[in-house]
């Protein structure tokens, strides 16, 4: 037990994001209730659309809680989004109903993550990232030995067409809203805590982290879990809108290639960055997603022109020239003056 | 002044390391009693930092043993040695880049001291008013000078409520009336019961605040006891104070 001397500080007081950041809150609060109700008021379309733009959401979100705050820079997140569609799969073959299904095997997920991240934490940077595509590439060769899989040839989550279109698509949606608000809530509490001060601590300095008492591999297997956890999520809302299942297309590391673009244009280590990169990638497939390969030859140019100048992405430059903060993180301390 | 207790709090025995075919450490014996200041000097390359992250859990010796409060903790990590009651600052400042001051202690506070909530914060400033830096407090770490980057990491160090505090050329740089603030504070440590093992080549601030000094030269101790014996001795002067000793003295 540790004995401490008398503390007899100045009185202070301190400033946390959530009362800075209480107008921002309120307005996404709102945001998400009107987005609530689109199903009721907008064309099939829309509703599709905004469906596949809260998995960009979750995805980017997901890689920035690893990659900004914690320093992990993982390009095998497709592991988690292929297992959560898998998962999601199985569950319902063993006759469980689809959306407890993708929750559940969003679980499933982390499961799995907890027993990756034992031996994937022991590696550091760019060994990191190679072992987790290695462990992405290793895990849909795994998948594709399942007999209801049948190899590269894939299967359907066929009991999804056991409901009307329209109920299927409102259903999906509101799923994929609830898991992002969800996981939305979730970063945001944690990037705010104890752990997550703790991962970002990490992230700077590991040996002087250590050296501060943070347990460095336990804090570093909560980030892994939760951005797996939400990852999966992503794959099982994929998998609700498009029925198939193909391991290569789930398992591609094009998702991490995404996830990436994301978070560089929209602004690394910023809770804000992440969804404004996925509404720009979401507005960047739409008008050009038709010009094949050029579009892709386009992402990528867009995305070296970010890395050269505009690193900070698209918020982080707004934060830096312009002062702008919504949800501002972190504490901010107030002594008070003697009299 | 603060009796010393004889037993030791911390001790390392027959301590080597080696990197590869290069040892920096040969067989040193070290120890700290209760509420003493023990001074370490030596030249560069002596081994003093590798000794530093060996007691606190960063270095994992090749052999030897290291025991705290009694306990052999030689495996136990940096992490697990700080919850103990062991802090350190580093030769080079390592403040957390991404956060600002204030960020750095109460995550020190929360952390090492395993504080949460309001406790963490007033220890946070405690710490912040101990080093001086509380008009600092809101600023990016990134945005500090060396000179207040080197009291952050006293303050970060003294955020996680030490028994036994590491110090590695915290002095250096300093002006002479900010060391004269240092001492004062490392004394007030003292006398509040922290066993304090300072690096320091600033002898006159050294020998202000230690009871006892040790001299390593090429991974050993050359020369431990009473600061003016360690100043005397010949192999001392030879290896490291040189003309410095008469400065000093």
């Keep these: 037990m540790k004995q401490f001397v008398q503390v007899n500080s100045a009185a202070f007081t301190t400033e946390r994001w959530y009362q800075v950041g209480r107008p921002a809150l309120l307005m996404g609060a709102l945001l998400l209730v009107v987005l609530a109700t689109v199903p009721f008021w907008s064309s099939g379309l829309v509703v599709d659309k905004l469906t596949t733009l809260f998995v960009y959401i979750l995805l980017a979100v997901m890689w920035n809680l690893l990659a900004g705050y914690a320093g992990l820079v993982s390009v095998g997140q497709q592991a988690f989004f292929g297992l959560g569609a898998y998962f999601a799969l199985r569950l319902v073959e063993m006759g469980m109903s689809p959306y407890p299904a993708f929750f559940v095997g969003a679980l499933g997920c982390a499961v799995i993550a907890l027993f990756i991240s034992v031996f994937a934490l022991r590696f550091k940077d760019g060994e990191f990232a190679i072992a987790m595509w290695v462990t992405a590439e290793v895990i849909r060769i795994l998948v594709m030995f399942d007999p209801i899989v049948q190899g590269e040839t894939g299967t359907s989550l066929l009991v999804m067409n056991q409901y009307e279109p329209e109920f299927r698509r409102n259903s999906n949606f509101w799923f994929g809203l609830v898991a992002m608000a969800g996981m939305l809530g979730l970063v945001l509490w944690l990037i705010n805590s104890r752990i997550g001060a703790a991962a970002q601590a990490i992230r700077d300095d590991e040996e002087a982290a250590n050296s501060v008492g943070i347990r460095v591999m336990r804090v570093k297997q909560i980030i892994f879990v939760v951005a797996a956890f939400g990852c999966a999520l992503a794959g099982a809302i994929w998998l609700a809108s498009s029925v198939t299942f193909q391991p290569r297309t789930y398992f591609g590391v094009q998702w991490t290639v995404f996830m990436l673009f994301m978070v560089l244009v929209g602004g690394l280590r910023t809770f804000e960055g992440p969804i404004i990169g996925a509404i720009a990638f979401f507005l960047l497939q739409e008008f050009l997603g038709d010009y094949g390969v050029w579009y892709l030859s386009g992402l990528g140019v867009v995305a070296i022109l970010f890395a050269l100048y505009v690193p900070n992405g698209i918020w982080g430059e707004l934060q830096q020239r312009r002062g702008l903060h919504l949800l501002p993180t972190g504490v901010r301390l107030k002594l008070m003056k003697k009299d | ?249």
């Excluded at chain 2, 200041?37 to 030897?64: Q, R």
């Excluded at chain 2, 600023?139 to 952050?152: H, I, M, Q, V, Y």
């Excluded at chain 2, 036994?164 to 019961?193: F, M, N, P, R, Y």
């Design chain 2, 1 to 249: 002044m603060m009796t010393i207790l004889s037993t030791p709090v911390i001790t390392g025995s027959g301590i080597d390391k080696h990197y590869g075919a290069f040892q920096v450490l040969h067989g040193v014996d070290f120890s700290a009693n209760k509420g003493e200041a023990v001074g370490i000097v030596g030249p560069n390359g002596a081994g003093k930092t590798t000794l530093f992250g060996v007691l606190a859990g960063a270095t994992a010796p090749s052999a030897g043993s290291v025991i705290y409060q009694g306990e052999d903790i030689t495996t136990t990590n940096a992490a697990q040695r700080c919850h103990a009651g062991i802090a350190r600052t580093h030769q080079v400042p390592r403040p957390f880049l991404g956060m600002t001051v204030f960020e750095n202690l109460l995550t020190a506070a929360q952390n090492g001291a395993g504080l949460s909530g309001d406790d963490a914060e007033k220890y946070a400033v405690h710490a912040l008013q101990q080093a001086d830096i509380a008009h600092l407090a809101n600023r990016p770490t990134s945005a500090l000078g060396l000179l207040d980057r080197k009291r952050l990491e006293l303050a970060r160090a003294l955020a996680t409520a030490p028994k036994v505090l590491l110090l590695d050329e915290i002095g250096g740089g300093l002006t002479e009336g900010e060391l004269h603030q240092l001492i004062a504070l490392i004394s007030e440590l003292k006398a509040d019961g922290l066993t304090i093992i300072w690096i320091e080549h600033i002898l006159h601030a050294l020998l202000k605040v230690i009871d006892r000094l040790v001299c390593m030269s090429e991974g050993r101790v050359i020369a431990e006891g009473a600061p003016s014996d360690v100043m005397n001795n010949p192999d001392v002067m030879k290896a490291y104070l040189g003309s410095e000793l008469e400065k000093v003295l």
